[in-house]
């Protein structure tokens, strides 16, 4: 069998292999030469080396953008993995409906990021039309209606991956506890956060990941407006490099930074995280 798979883990592997170097690899390399290049085309590339990043980060949307796509993040990031965590609590105790309640509280994960920013600006100027004013008239307003949209439609989801944690932990274990006189606060604490670490690894991860890269809610939602004071860092790069003539290479150069920015923080939370993960 393994002589097998040797001998045609090319014509197997090979096609895969080669579109994903050819859509990834290449545009990727491709992409980090021109950010130190000033350009419009591929025919008129100009070396400038790091004039690009230093022209991004004295560019006060991109640092506006940075720091509102920080704060964005660690909001989102902890309102939807401790409601996701407690839902998943509430649905994993036998209640009569919970398969129901878990499909309806997932479902808003189905439908596009496009879509329901449309969705939940029809919603949020509803709202704030009572009191004369929309989302665009205060940043605070397109802030916590992007929080609010990603609230929405991420807690279903990591909801699912923490079931899936909290009812891989063996009865035997939740019984002793119980034996032993421990109470739900110190279970909850001591046995099923520890057990369920591995799924905080993965929830973590994703929405850190998903909060930063977030642009097509953010795009429909708000345009980034007012101003550009509520432009994430992936609107604020597609905007610079489809919305400013001779800014392509700055362009790339705030998507490389914001690459290796978000692969930093994903490695770091999955480095302290994997470290407090226990088997059963």
């Known amino acids: 069998m393994e002589k097998a798979l040797n001998k045609y883990f090319l014509f197997f592997v090979g096609p895969t292999l080669l579109a994903f170097t050819l859509v990834f690899i290449v ?16 025919a008129d590339v100009q070396w400038v080396g790091f004039q690009n990043y230093i022209r991004a980060f004295s ?54 990021g496009i879509v329901l ?23 605070k307003y397109g802030f916590w209606g992007l929080v609010i949209l990603s609230n929405w439609q ?22 002793a506890a119980k034996i032993d006189g421990a109470g ?16 905080i690894t ?4 994703m929405t850190i990941t998903n909060s930063f890269k977030m642009f097509d809610q953010n795009l429909a939602l708000t345009d980034g407006g007012p ?11 597609f905007k610079t490099f489809y919305g400013r003539t001779g800014w392509e290479g700055v362009a790339q150069a705030k998507a490389l930074m914001f690459f290796i ?3 930093i923080i994903a490695m770091v939370q999955i480095t302290i995280t994997r470290k407090r993960e226990v088997t059963n």
């Open 202 to 205: 993965i929830t973590l991860f």
């Open 227 to 237: 101003g550009r004071q509520t432009a994430m860092l992936s609107l604020d790069i």
């Open 261 to 263: 920015m978000v692969v």
């Open 59 to 112: 560019n006060a949307d991109f640092v506006n953008a940075l720091g509102f796509s920080t704060l964005f993040t660690v909001v989102s990031v902890l309102i939807i993995n401790v409601a996701a965590f407690f839902l998943a609590l509430l649905l994993t105790r036998g209640y009569r409906g919970t398969n129901a309640f878990r499909t309806v509280i997932f479902m808003p994960n189905l439908i596009g």
């Open 27 to 42: 545009p990727f390399i491709m992409g980090i030469v021109l950010s130190f290049a000033r350009f419009t085309t591929m």
């Open 184 to 199: 739900r606060m110190t279970t909850l604490g001591k046995i099923i956060v520890p057990l369920v670490m591995p799924s």
């Open 117 to 139: 920013g449309y969705i939940w600006q029809v919603i949020i100027n509803g709202f704030l039309g009572i009191f004369d004013v929309t989302i665009l008239n205060n940043a």
């Open 154 to 175: 991420f807690i279903g989801y990591m909801m699912i991956i923490f079931i899936a944690g909290i009812q891989s932990i063996p009865n035997d274990v939740l019984e």
